[in-house]
């Protein structure tokens, strides 16, 4: 994602004319690792917006294709609108100053660091943005830096719920459960995904692919034992372990645990399924605008820094939360 960046005209011919490009260098350095560590992408269907919101909906199944008799009619098929989700972009901006007397005195540590911090926040900012979304999914909201930020899938229910609604049939489904994370409980997450049905009760074959845990060192531990032994873990007869060599595993540094917890929560998602019927979606409407421009009042130099973007859920089908004390069900 580039950086547009603009130039006042006060900084022409001025004292700061020379320190702009390295600023400006530093700033895209600092970006392009930032972007190039960043878990969003993995987590979210990207894309780009040229709109005030963005509207996201489906249509449910056909039943498919029936045995006629010899010369029989076509049978006649039939399909609906599904739930819709309509996500509004959200404008961010910070700002940082460069005094004259630090270029006077060339102060480069100074110069280094504050717009090193200022790109650290702005994504920092877009990497807590979106885990507390998806890991505060069991609840419809969450409050992130002040605003109320949806947290609901496309059926307006939260993200992990024990009663996924349909839009054609009473029927109900659930992606949360309590379980604690064993091989066995993976084994059974994996099963209950590929076994979501959409809205016309057709099994869907979700196959889940990648797994997220908080930066917990016991489900850590846990984890890559299960996953990452070609044996099976848990007993001593050295059988095959089926789920070995299958998992992409995502560490997510900003998922807040509660202090009173039981088991530790984590998330299976399947990226294919997630891409095909946007589980998650991230909107970008601008992408981050820098401009550095003299105050006049002051004489320092402001660089200032502008972005729109908004992320949500859709399907909640691409993930299921297991771990959950408060959850109703289990495995």
């Given at each position: 994602m580039s950086i547009t960046f603009s130039k006042g005209s006060g900084l022409n011919n001025s004292v700061y004319g020379a320190s702009y490009e390295p600023i400006k260098m530093m700033i895209e350095k600092k970006a392009e690792a930032f972007e190039n560590k960043s878990i969003i992408p993995h987590i979210f269907c990207m894309d780009r917006s040229e709109n005030f919101a963005e509207?996201?909906?489906?249509v449910t199944s056909m039943d498919g294709f029936s045995?006629?008799?010899?010369g029989g009619a076509f049978p006649v098929d039939s399909w609906q609108e599904g739930f819709s989700k309509t996500l509004t972009h959200m404008t961010f901006k910070d700002q940082f100053t460069i005094t004259e007397e630090m270029v006077d005195d060339a102060k480069t540590i100074d110069l280094k660091r504050k717009p090193a911090a200022f790109v650290q926040g702005y994504y920092r900012m877009r990497e807590q943005f979106g885990s507390a979304l998806l890991t505060n999914g069991t609840s419809s909201s969450v409050t992130f830096r002040g605003k109320?930020?949806?947290?609901?899938?496309a059926d307006g229910l939260s993200l992990f719920n024990s009663a996924h609604k349909s839009i054609t049939k009473s029927d109900t489904q659930s992606n949360l459960f309590s379980d604690a994370f064993s091989a066995e409980t993976l084994a059974k997450l994996e099963t209950a995904m590929q076994n979501f049905t959409d809205d016309n009760g057709n099994i869907l074959g979700v196959t889940p692919d990648t797994i997220i845990i908080p930066?917990?060192?016991?489900?850590?531990?846990?984890?890559?034992s299960v996953i990452g032994a070609d044996k099976d873990p848990s007993t001593s007869n050295n059988g095959f372990n089926y789920l070995y060599g299958r998992w992409t595993v995502i560490i997510d540094p900003y998922w807040i645990l509660d202090s009173d917890r039981t088991n530790t929560p984590f998330i299976l998602m399947s990226k294919t399924y997630n891409e095909d019927s946007i589980g998650g979606i991230w909107f970008d409407r601008k992408?981050?605008?820098?401009?550095?421009?003299?105050?006049?009042?002051?004489?320092?130099?402001?660089w200032r820094g502008r972005a729109r973007f908004s992320a949500g859920f859709n399907d909640w089908r691409a993930f299921a939360m297991a771990g959950y004390d408060d959850a109703d069900d289990t495995l």
């Open positions: 509207k996201i909906t489906s045995p006629v008799d010899e109320k930020l949806d947290t609901t899938a930066n917990e060192a016991t489900i850590k531990k846990s984890v890559f992408p981050l605008q820098v401009e550095a421009d003299k105050d006049p009042n002051t004489w320092n130099m402001v």
